[in-house]
């Protein structure tokens, strides 16, 4: 099956500081990606998507970059608050199917 | 802001007993989904359904799992035969259409004991 994988299980940042989240997807017909942030005992929150006619989208805070010639996803939240601390997942879609795969997660601590 | 509601939070059932999972997906939706988050583990997809059928399934959801709009509002799963390996937590998930932004619920805990 369809693989999406993130380089780094665990990653921890001072406040203020910039956090870059990283993540490897496998199958080159991925077309649509989403970050998502899940908290302790809730569901999985979008943060910000990109398809892949795009490399690069800005949110509030948050820049996702997209590489398709390395098949790698990056998720860049700028000056990371106590707030940011959650486990962070990419999940990808293919062709506008139903189904998104997601990668086993980073999890982000955010340090006072 | 408009969400997606779960009940219950947290279900313990031994194990061969049936359980059913209720959604309540976002109401201007017309995709919704089931998902499986095991302990410590990625999410994985169940199954989407779409204009009262299922549109997409993965290898997890076999003949022990069913989904179903009963009405306007909810959406349910079911697992008729629980197993130990079971035991997760159940994310529902709506969208307005396929291939796009998934607003998830808040997750039903599963225990089978």
């Known amino acids: 099956g369809e693989s999406v994988g993130l380089h780094l299980p665990t990653l921890s940042v001072q406040e203020g500081d910039n956090s870059i989240i990283n993540c490897a997807y496998s199958n080159s017909a991925s077309d649509y990606f989403i970050w998502y942030k899940q908290e302790s005992g809730k569901g999985p929150q979008f943060i910000i998507d990109i398809r892949s006619n795009m490399d690069k989208r800005q949110g509030q805070r948050v820049t996702v970059l997209l590489n398709k010639t390395v098949k790698h996803l990056s998720l860049q939240i700028a000056a990371t608050q106590p707030g940011d601390s959650a486990v962070y997942f990419c999940?990808?879609?293919?062709?506008?199917?139903?189904?998104?795969?997601f990668g086993t997660g980073t999890s982000l601590t955010v340090i006072p | 802001e408009p969400e997606v509601t779960q009940t219950p939070s947290h279900q313990v059932t031994q194990m061969g007993q049936e359980v059913i999972l209720r959604c309540v997906p976002i109401s201007n939706h017309l995709y919704f989904y089931w998902y499986r988050q095991i302990l410590g583990q990625k999410v994985e997809f169940l199954v989407s359904f779409y204009n009262n059928e299922i549109s997409e399934k993965s290898e997890i959801f076999d003949d022990q799992f069913s989904v179903e709009r009963p009405d306007g509002s909810n959406f349910t799963l079911k697992i008729r035969s629980t197993k130990l390996e079971d035991s997760a937590m159940y994310f529902c998930?709506?969208?307005?259409?396929?291939?796009?932004?998934?607003?998830f619920g808040p997750g039903t805990r599963l225990t089978v004991t």
């Open positions: 998930a709506s969208s307005k259409g396929g291939g796009v932004e998934q607003y």
């Open positions: 999940a990808e879609n293919i062709n506008t199917g139903n189904q998104f795969y």
